[in-house]
C-alpha cells in the first residue's frame, strides 16, 4: 500500500507539529526529559510509518537528535551497532551474495522447480511451508531469510518473473513474513522469544518448556497463520507460471557460477546451520557464527565474495536503519515511556476479572499496539517486569500474563517494527513498503480471527489459568 506524497507529507506535518507542541508543553508530573523523549520517539515512528524520509536518514536524524540533546547515554544510545542482531545482519548480507555469486541459488533453485512450478500457489505454498518448517532447526529468522531468499529469487527467474512483478512481489513478501512471524511460536526461534524466556527466569523464576510453548501458540500462531499468509499472498499479488522459454539469466554462465564455487558455498552454508542448530551445546551466539563464516567467504583467493565487493554485499543503510530501531527501544524503556504506557494500559484493561475473553483480547491487543511504540523485541523487555500486574488486573495467572505476550509481538504492522522483515525484502531487491499490503490485512485477520481462535484453543488445554 504505497502512500502518496501529499499524503505522506500531510502525516508527517502533523507529526512534527505534535511533537513540537510536546516540547512546549511538556507533559505534567514528568520530568522535561521524558516529554523530549516523547517527541523524537513520535517524529522516528512517524516518518518510519509513512516513508517520509528514507529509513536510514530517519535513523540519522533519531541518533543526531538523542544524542544532541542528550537524551541518551552514547553508549546505551548506540549498542545497536554492538549487537548481536546487527553482526548476523551484516553476515547474513555477505551469505546471502556468496549464495546469488557462487550460482547455488539458481541451483538449488532448478533442482526444486519440478515439485513448486506447477503452478502459482503450489509455490507460495512450497516456500513459505519450507521457511516455516525451517524455523525448527535455525535459530534466526535472517540467517533463514539469508538461505531462502537468494533460492525464491532464482525460483522468480526461472519462471520468468521479472523484477517488480507481482509473481516475484509474491515470493519476496511470503519469503519475508514466513522466515519471520510463525517462528514467534517456536521457542528458540526469533530473539524476542528468547527475551521473554529470559526476563520471566529473572525477574519470577519461571522457565517455559519447548513442548509446553509450542503447543501453546504453533497451532494457530503457526499452522493457521501460516496458510493466512499463503491465501493473503495468492490473492494480492496474483500471478501465472509461464516456462516456456528460459530468461536470459538462465542462460548466462556468469550468473549460474561453477560447480567448484557451489561445492564450496554449499559445504560452508551446511556447516554454518549445523553451528546454528546446535547453539545450545557449543554456546556460540549465532550472530558469530554467522560472522566466522562471512569472513571466509571474503578471504582473498579462498573466498567467493571479493573483498572488494563488501561494501556492494552490504547494506549498510539497512544496517543504520536496524541500529537506529533497536536504539529507539532502548529510549524508549530508558526514559520512562515504556513504563507509562505499561501502567495506562492497565488502567484500560477491564476492571472485571472475571471477563475471562475480554481480558484475553485486551491484554493481546495492548502487547500488539506496544510493539509499534517499542519496535517487537521490545516489547517483552518493556512489559515482562509488568506481568504481576497484568495478571492482578485480570484474574490470570503470572504464566497466562506472560504467554499472551507471544500473541502481541508475534503480530507485526510495520516492517520498522522488526529487522528481519526490512533485511529480507532488502536482499530481494523488492520495494519494502510492497510488504505492507501483506502485513495490514494480515494484522486484521490475526485480531479478529485468530485471536478468537487462541482463545478456544487455550480453553482446550487448561489456559489461560
Known amino acids: 500500500m504505497q502512500l502518496n506524497f501529499n499524503f505522506r507529507q500531510s502525516l508527517g506535518l502533523v507529526a512534527m507539529v505534535a511533537a513540537l507542541f510536546i516540547v512546549l508543553f511538556p507533559f505534567d508530573g514528568y520530568p522535561l526529559h521524558f516529554s523530549h523523549s516523547a517527541a523524537l520517539v513520535l517524529i522516528t515512528l ?3 510509518s509513512t516513508g517520509l524520509f528514507p529509513p536510514f536518514l530517519t535513523g540519522l536524524i533519531f541518533f543526531a537528535l538523542a544524542a544532541i540533546f542528550n537524551l541518551l547515554p552514547a553508549d546505551i544510545l548506540f549498542s545497536g551497532f554492538s549487537s548481536t542482531a546487527v553482526w548476523l545482519i551484516i553476515s547474513g548480507f555477505v551469505i546471502g551474495a556468496a549464495i546469488s555469486t557462487s550460482g547455488l541459488g539458481k541451483k538449488m533453485a532448478s533442482m526444486i522447480a519440478p515439485q513448486l512450478t506447477g503452478s502459482y500457489p503450489r509455490m507460495i505454498t512450497g516456500l513459505v511451508i519450507s521457511a516455516v518448517l525451517l524455523s525448527f532447526i535455525m535459530p534466526s529468522s535472517v540467517g533463514r531469510a539469508v538461505v531462502m531468499i537468494p533460492i525464491g529469487m532464482a525460483l522468480a527467474n526461472h519462471v520468468g518473473f521479472k523484477k517488480g512483478s507481482n509473481g516475484r512481489l509474491g515470493i519476496a513478501t511470503s519469503l519475508a513474513i514466513a522466515c519471520n512471524m510463525p517462528g514467534f511460536a ?9 527475551i521473554l524466556a529470559g526476563a520471566s527466569d529473572n525477574l519470577f523464576n519461571m522457565q517455559f518448556g519447548y513442548m509446553e510453548y509450542l503447543l501453546l501458540h504453533f497451532p494457530v500462531l503457526g499452522v493457521l497463520k501460516t496458510f493466512l499468509i499463503i491465501f493473503l499472498v495468492v490473492k494480492i499479488f496474483p500471478a501465472e507460471i509461464n516456462i516456456t522459454e528460459k530468461t536470459e539469466e538462465d542462460n548466462d554462465p556468469e550468473q549460474n557460477g561453477n560447480k567448484a564455487m557451489q561445492k564450496k558455498v554449499a559445504i560452508l552454508l551446511g556447516l554454518t546451520l549445523i553451528f546454528w542448530m546446535t547453539d545450545s551445546i557449543h554456546g556460540i551466539n549465532p550472530a558469530w557464527v554467522g560472522l566466522a563464516t562471512a569472513v571466509i567467504l571474503l578471504l582473498p583467493k579462498w573466498g567467493v565474495v571479493a573483498p572488494k565487493n563488501f ?10 536503519f536496524v541500529a537506529a530501531a533497536l536504539g529507539l527501544g532502548a529510549l524508549v524503556n530508558e526514559s520512562g515511556l515504556g513504563t507509562a504506557m505499561g501502567q495506562t494500559f492497565i488502567q484500560l484493561l477491564p476492571e472485571e476479572s472475571g471477563e475471562t475473553f475480554l481480558n484475553f483480547m485486551s491484554l493481546s491487543i495492548m502487547t500488539t499496539i506496544t510493539g509499534l511504540l517499542t519496535t517487537i523485541p521490545g516489547v517483552p523487555t518493556v512489559l515482562t517486569p509488568m506481568a504481576m500486574d497484568f495478571a492482578d488486573t485480570t484474574g490470570f495467572s503470572l504464566r497466562s500474563a506472560l504467554m499472551i505476550q507471544v500473541l502481541g509481538f508475534s503480530t507485526v504492522i510495520f516492517p520498522y517494527q522488526i529487522g528481519p522483515l526490512i533485511v529480507t525484502m532488502q536482499l530481494s531487491g523488492e520495494p519494502l513498503h510492497k510488504l505492507l499490503k501483506i502485513t495490514l490485512p494480515l494484522t486484521l485477520l490475526t485480531v479478529v480471527v485468530l485471536f478468537p481462535l487462541d482463545y478456544l484453543w487455550w480453553g482446550l488445554l487448561g489456559w489461560p489459568k
Open 186 to 194: 517456536i521457542l528458540p526461534a526469533n530473539i524476542p522469544n528468547m
Open 311 to 320: 561494501n556492494a554485499s552490504v547494506d549498510f543503510a539497512t544496517v543504520v
Open 46 to 48: 512517524a516518518s518510519w
